[in-house]
Structures are given as C-alpha cells and as structure tokens.
C-alpha cells in the first residue's frame, strides 16, 4: 500500500479488493487487519492465478464477521460477501 494509504488506516475499518491474483493459500497482511478472501480457481489450462476477491477488516471488528455463502447454483462465483454484526444491525 502506498505511505498515503497508510496514514489513514487506523480510520478505515473495511477495504474491499478485486483482481487479488492470490493462490488458494495466499494471504495479504496488514498490522491490525484480518484478511479474508476468495481465490478465483485454477482451471487445469492455466499457469498463474488471475481474479479473486478479498477483504481487509480492522481487527475490532473481525469477531463479528461471518462470510455469507450462497447455493452455487445462484451462479455467484464471482461474487464475495461479507456480514459484519454492529450491535442489533447486521451490515452487508
């Protein structure tokens, strides 16, 4: 991340990613942040990784995430949810 990006960190509580290009075991790490992520799967024709979705979330809120799966068969595998529970309300 750039020197910017990080300066504001401690006030940004959800970054969202797209094209994180990760393999299945890849992770990102940042001081204070849980990372969750979606790979986007190899097929047996490709080389490297490609797509992916993930998440950072500041840790005091990381024990009040819980990933939303959806049937397979709504074709959403391009897709990547999150819910966070802040105190009744559950933000999506």
Same mark, same amino acid.
């Given at each position: 991340?750039?020197?910017?990006? !990080?300066?504001?960190?401690?006030?940004?509580?959800?970054?969202?990613?797209?094209? !994180?290009?990760?393999?299945?075991?890849?992770?990102?790490?940042?001081?204070?942040? !849980?990372?969750?992520?979606?790979?986007?799967?190899?097929?047996?024709?490709?080389?490297?990784?490609?797509?992916?979705?993930?998440?950072?979330?500041?840790?005091?809120?990381?024990?009040?995430?819980?990933? @939303?799966?959806?049937?397979?068969?709504?074709?959403?595998?391009?897709?990547?949810? @999150?819910?966070?529970?802040?105190?009744?309300?559950?933000?999506?």
């Amino acid at each position: 991340l750039s020197y910017s990006l !990080t300066n504001h960190l401690p006030w940004i509580d959800v970054i969202c990613l797209q094209e !994180t290009w990760l393999a299945d075991n890849g992770s990102i790490n940042i001081p204070g942040y !849980t990372f969750y992520s979606k790979p986007r799967c190899l097929s047996n024709n490709q080389r490297r990784n490609f797509g992916g979705l993930g998440f950072l979330v500041n840790d005091s809120l990381s024990n009040r995430v819980k990933i @939303i799966n959806f049937p397979t068969d709504l074709e959403l595998e391009d897709s990547f949810w @999150i819910s966070i529970k802040l105190s009744d309300t559950n933000v999506i």
